[in-house]
């Protein structure tokens, strides 16, 4: 045993006394300064009481732990304390426990039960907690880079355990947390900042594991933090809200099949710029609430190389006209899924001046199970060659942009704009179009099948095509139909499918188009009154223009034969009935 008397820190500098801590038996102290390296192993327990265990100095002392040493106690440690000195612990297999309240020592305040890397400006502290038995738990705060430098290493299945972790805790420091390796842990029962007043850095990867209730990337003016999570079965779950870059610049990367989920988050607020890339197969950022991409300021999220990001709201460009939000799914089977989506607004039925802009690339798809509405000029759908948009309503009265220059537009219910679909794009509807619609691309009623209303006018150009599949003879049911409130203008190709199983039979009829208004003397192109559109099954469909009182267009195979020598001779008789007598029948 080695015991203080009335003194509260024992020096251990060189020599013999720097042996006494190697020792495999237990060590009681009220406080200790390690100046040199020293371990402590085969089962032996380190107790301070009270308050703190400090190891510093200029040479950079380490306390190493393993083989089963532990080390518990009401009160605090410091890794690193004065500017000049570093300090440093290992545990190998070891366990570190610090309980209790706070208390103050030489006139300064400390966090009970709580671990300080890198006390003053111009120390350092490190930490290396590795091995399945290793553990650090804290019931209190972790602060990494106090002042000073912090980091911290857990690796191969060991756990750390913490309430409030700072990771670059006040102006001028810097921090870093890595967390490697399967099993890995770092568990924080309340708030995670990850660069606070200081630079922070937060790093997990190869299958290791984060928990934390709240996180703040970027938290405060002038400060940059930086999360990594990276690597198939890496994780981060945080239960609360996620700011990234609050007043300062925060940066979140989940990367290489990494998964993140959080309660709420919100990149870009009050002054600060805020991004999160999430990029690569299987990588996956899951937001239980609402997600705000700039509010008041800066916020980017980028979804690429097959990434998928899921949330319950988005909002895109939220409060005044100094939010900038920018989101871009690009890339094959990369994804967005949310519930309802909102750009220049701060929610559904509340706009705002903000800017928000979407971009969906090649090989990019975002899904809205509910509304996807513009509020203003100032934001932007763009919607590009091979990228997909599938929302149930479209908004844009309010005059926001659909930048359509290819790619696809999927809407169940209402479209509440003019639109034209380009020559690269194609709509599939089921809902109502307010608005006049041009079709250069290619439109497609229904999802096999279904129909589209326009409560406008129509005009098909002659790059535009119109996809219609025959599954049955109930029109917008069984297949496709185009019905125009207002006047259509025809051109361009009249494409025909049918869906599987279904086999054209003779006497059959399909209106296609139906049109309130007027459809003039239009056609589709090479398809003239009765031309012949295709043989299927070994049956001939033709195709049949009404410009009367009920115009359209309509699909038609021939009546059987017997059918046609009956009509033929009823229209013989009706012609004879009806015929002028001749004057010498007078």
């Known amino acids: 045993m080695i015991r203080m008397g009335h003194s509260n820190r024992l020096n251990v500098r060189t020599g013999l006394l720097a042996g006494l801590i190697a020792l495999a038996t237990s060590a009681s102290v009220h406080a200790i300064t390690v100046i040199s390296t020293h371990t402590l192993q085969n089962g032996g327990a380190l107790t301070v009481d009270p308050p703190l265990l400090v190891i510093s100095g200029g040479t950079g002392p380490m ?46 305040w400390h ?31 972790l602060r990494i880079g106090h002042y000073g430098y912090g980091e911290l290493v857990i690796a191969a299945g060991a756990t750390v355990s913490a309430g409030n972790t700072l990771v670059g805790a006040h102006a001028g420091s810097e921090g870093l947390a890595a967390v490697n390796g399967a099993d890995a842990r770092l568990d924080i029962s309340e708030l995670l900042f990850v660069g606070m007043e200081g630079t922070g850095e937060l ?42 870059g609050f007043l300062g610049s925060g940066e979140l990367n989940i990367v290489d099949g990494g998964s993140m989920s959080t309660g709420s988050a919100a990149l870009g607020l009050a002054g600060g710029t805020g991004t999160i890339n999430v990029t690569g197969p299987e990588s996956t950022f899951t937001v239980n609430g609402l997600m705000v991409v700039g509010h008041g300021s800066a916020g980017t999220l980028n979804i690429t190389d097959g990434a998928s990001v899921t949330s319950d ?36 039925n509340l706009p705002s001046n903000g800017n928000g802009t979407l971009t969906i690339q090649d090989g990019g798809t975002v899904t809205v199970a509910g509304i996807t509405r513009v509020h203003n000029a100032n934001s932007t759908i ?54 006049d619609t041009v079709n250069a691309g290619i439109i497609s009623p229904g999802t096999s099948p279904g129909r589209i209303m326009i409560n406008g006018d129509y005009t098909q150009e002659s790059t535009g095509s119109l996809l219609i599949e025959l599954g049955g003879l109930t029109a917008g049911c069984d297949y496709d139909q185009l019905w125009v409130l207002g006047d259509a203008t025809l051109g361009g190709t009249l494409s025909v499918q049918l869906l599987d199983g279904f086999q054209l039979d003779v006497g059959q009829q399909f209106k296609i188009v139906t049109v309130n208004g007027m459809l003039g003397a239009s056609t589709f192109a090479g398809l003239g009154q009765d031309a012949l559109v295709g043989t299927f099954n070994g049956v001939d469909l033709f195709i049949r223009y009404r410009y009367d009182a009920a115009p359209g267009v309509l699909l038609y195979t021939i009546p059987e034969p017997s059918t046609v020598v009956l009509l033929a001779l009823a229209a013989t008789s009706l012609l004879r009935r009806h015929r002028r007598p001749r004057a010498a029948e007078l």
């Open 313 to 348: 709201v988005g909002v895109i460009g939220s409060g005044g006209s100094l939010s900038f939000g920018t989101v871009t799914v690009g890339g094959a089977d990369s994804s967005w899924t949310t519930n309802n989506l909102i750009l220049g607004g701060q929610a559904i």
């Open 382 to 435: 763009q919607l590009q060659t091979g990228g997909t948009l599938q929302t149930h309503d479209l908004d844009l009265t309010g005059g926001g942009k659909l930048d359509w220059t290819g790619g696809t537009l999927i809407a169940f219910g209402d479209i509440k704009t003019d639109l034209t679909v380009p020559e690269a794009g194609t709509l599939i509807s089921t809902g109502i179009i307010h608005g």
């Open 203 to 244: 790093r997990v990867f190869n299958s290791a594991g984060v928990s934390s209730g709240n996180a703040y990337i970027g938290y405060l003016y002038d400060v940059t933090g930086t999360a990594l999570v990276s690597g198939a079965g890496s994780t981060w779950t945080n239960g609360g809200e996620l700011l990234v």
């Open 111 to 141: 966090d009970g039960g709580a671990g300080y890397l890198g006390y003053s400006s111009g120390s350092v502290g490190t930490a290396l907690v590795t091995g399945a038995n290793s553990k650090w738990e804290m019931e209190g705060n």
């Open 63 to 108: 306390l190493t732990m393993l083989s089963g040493a532990t080390a518990e106690w009401e009160g605090a440690a410091i890794l690193g304390w004065q500017a000049g000195e570093a300090g440093g612990l290992q545990l190998l297999n070891g366990t570190v426990r610090t309980t209790g309240d706070g208390f103050f020592y030489e006139g300064v």
